[in-house]
């Protein structure tokens, strides 16, 4: 069964400050995509990024990166230089190609920019 | 092209009520996922539905909970006799085919009093 851990419950930095979210995760099917997700206070869930196994290149969109590495089952989200609307929950999410794009989720960090 | 529409937004229910969630998929969708967030959780699966079948079932509770998702119409999410425990967001997600990205609806909170 596949597992997806995220073992920062919270995280709480000063805004300006570079944050990285880390992910963890299990599966033993080789074909496979990776998500994040933010969750702020409002509580709808915005897609930020979706990998497939296959892709291990790190991806740059403005002040976010990602960098998955295969050979340690990671998918790392960095913030930089964050600011006090990048406060949410962050969740990784797995799916498999089995299994449609039925998700597992992490349970999640809390990141909190402070001003 | 709407996004996944869920409704109600926010369902207060009495304990023993039954609690009816809603979820229209995006034009052209026809898959259909729900998840549960109980409070400061993550998000698990519930349920996988493809118009008029359930497809996967393995995170539904075994009692209280059916899910429908008919040939015309959202699908249905529903509760019977609701406990305090029921209280939880509930997400729907749709996408157009097997193994695509889903996209997430607003969420229904539900809050058993």
């Known amino acids: 069964a596949q597992k997806v851990t995220q073992a920062q419950t919270e995280i709480s930095v000063v805004e300006k400050e570079d944050v990285t979210l880390d992910c963890v995760y299990e599966t033993r099917d080789t074909t496979y995509y990776l998500f994040w997700y933010k969750q702020p206070p409002s509580g709808e869930l915005v897609f930020l990024i979706r990998r497939n196994s296959f892709d291990e290149q790190n991806e740059i969109s403005g002040r976010y990166s990602w960098n998955f590495q295969k050979s340690t089952s990671s998918f790392n989200f960095t913030i930089t230089a964050s600011q006090v609307v990048d406060s949410a929950v962050y969740f990784c999410a797995l799916s498999l190609e089995t299994s449609g794009s039925r998700l597992t989720f992490g349970e999640g960090t809390q990141l909190t920019v402070n001003p | 092209n709407a996004g996944v529409m869920q409704n109600p937004r926010h369902l207060v229910r009495r304990r023993g009520q039954e609690a009816r969630l809603r979820c229209s998929p995006m034009?052209?969708?026809?898959?259909v996922y729900w998840y549960r967030q109980l409070p400061e959780e993550g998000l698990k699966f519930m349920v996988y539905?493809?118009?008029?079948?359930?497809?996967?079932e393995s995170g539904m509770p075994k009692e209280r909970f059916s899910a429908e998702f008919p040939k015309e119409g959202p699908s249905i999410l529903r509760i019977q006799q609701v406990v305090r425990g029921d209280s939880a967001a509930y997400f729907c997600a749709s996408s157009p085919r097997h193994g695509t990205k889903a996209f997430f609806g607003q969420g229904t909170r539900l809050t058993v009093v």
């Open positions: 034009k052209g969708h026809s898959h």
């Open positions: 539905l493809q118009k008029e079948n359930i497809i996967d």
